[in-house]
């Protein structure tokens, strides 16, 4: 089984910054892809950034492109996902999720999630 645990969430003023983390454990560390979500109340669940486990290519959304980066640390199993110029329209319960058979902003392409973390911007 896999388990993930996001950390790093917060409170934040707008134009700030955020790395929100997604550490990776278990039975098989061998996922396709790796997407980050994000749902806002009373939105529907948003893929925002995913990252290729086998070329490390990584992918944004339009709405994150050029603000949010993603990166890893394979030693400790984790993918970040550094945040910047953050809007008020960035706040949200950020999610993590590995799939073993695919990778996109589709959300039922991912089999394994994390509780989420909050990321509130607001001044």
């Known amino acids: 089984q896999v388990l993930i645990v996001e950390s790093g969430g917060g409170l934040v003023q707008p134009g700030g910054s955020l790395r929100l983390s997604c550490a990776v454990s278990?039975?098989?560390?061998?996922?396709?892809?790796l997407g980050w979500f994000r749902q806002a109340p009373g939105k529907e669940r948003e893929g925002i950034a995913c990252?290729?486990?086998?070329?490390?290519?990584?992918y944004y959304s339009d709405s994150v492109k050029g603000r949010f980066t993603l990166s890893r640390d394979n030693d400790k199993n984790t993918v970040y996902l550094q945040m910047n110029s953050l809007k008020s329209e960035d706040t949200a319960v950020y999610y993590c999720?590995?799939?073993?058979?695919?990778?996109?902003?589709?959300?039922?392409?991912?089999?394994?999630w994390g509780q989420g973390t909050q990321v509130t911007v607001s001044s």
């Open positions: 278990g039975f098989t560390l061998d996922y396709v892809g």
């Open positions: 990252l290729d486990n086998d070329d490390d290519s990584t």
């Open positions: 999720a590995t799939s073993d058979g695919g990778l996109g902003f589709d959300e039922r392409i991912y089999e394994n």
